[in-house]
Structures are given as C-alpha cells and as structure tokens.
C-alpha cells in the first residue's frame, strides 16, 4: 500500500469538520481565508486545564498546525501543553475509523514544543 496526500480542499476532506467542529468557536485570526491561509485563534477546554490555541491551514494542502498561544499563569506549561496536544491527537486519529477506511491521520510534535502538525493521507493499493 502507498500512501497520498489528503489535501483539505472541500473535495477530499472538508474544512466544514475543522471550522464547524474541532474549531468552532475560534476567531478568524489576520489573513484568513486571504491567499488560501485558513487562520483561527481560540480557547480550548482539556480535562484539566483551559489554554488558547493558534490553527492555520492552506486549502489544498494536507496538513494543519496547531500552536499553544496561552495558559493560566498558575499553571505548569510543560502539564498544559502535554495536555493540550495530547487532546488533539485524539481528536485527530479518531477521524481514522470505519467511515474514513482509506483516511491515514499522523501527527508530529515539532522542536518548537509548543507547535503541534496534524497531517491527512490516503492509503491506496500501489
């Protein structure tokens, strides 16, 4: 099996999911939706602890990042974060299931500890 991109381009994945749901309550951040950029600030509630994110895509491509913006100051970042990104692992990988058979969901923590990418392939027979 090979593996191709899933570009987020309303054809293969929709955005409906990203803006609707996982980020439905964030901002339009500056530049969104200008030059294909889709850029979101907002608010997420974990278990245990609240934080505000930055997400941006490009339409047309395969992959979204994710940044931790902020937390309560009487928090420990390294918990908030761990939490944070670990919540949106989550999210993410349950989209691989029996309704998106082909769907391939990998996420990557990246050096910069507090930015997390999500990227959206599809398997197909070589």
Not at 15 to 24: A, C, I, T
Not at 41 to 60: L, Q, R
Not at 77 to 99: G, N, P, S
Request: overall charge negative; charged content about 30%.
């Amino acid at each position: 099996m090979k593996r191709i991109y899933a570009p987020i381009d309303n054809k293969n994945l929709l955005e409906d999911p990203f803006e609707d749901e996982v980020f439905g309550d964030f901002y339009a951040a500056p530049g969104h939706r200008k030059n294909h950029l889709r850029h979101l600030i907002g608010s997420v509630e974990t278990e245990n602890y609240g934080a505000f994110v930055d997400v941006w895509w490009h339409y047309a491509d395969h992959m979204i990042s994710i940044r931790l913006l902020g937390y309560q100051p009487q928090e420990d970042l390294d918990d908030v974060r761990e939490e944070v990104m670990t919540h949106y692992e989550r999210i993410f990988k349950a989209w691989q299931c029996d309704d998106n058979p082909w769907l391939i969901v990998e996420t990557k923590r990246m050096p910069d500890p507090n930015l997390l990418t999500v990227s959206f392939y599809f398997e197909c027979e070589d």
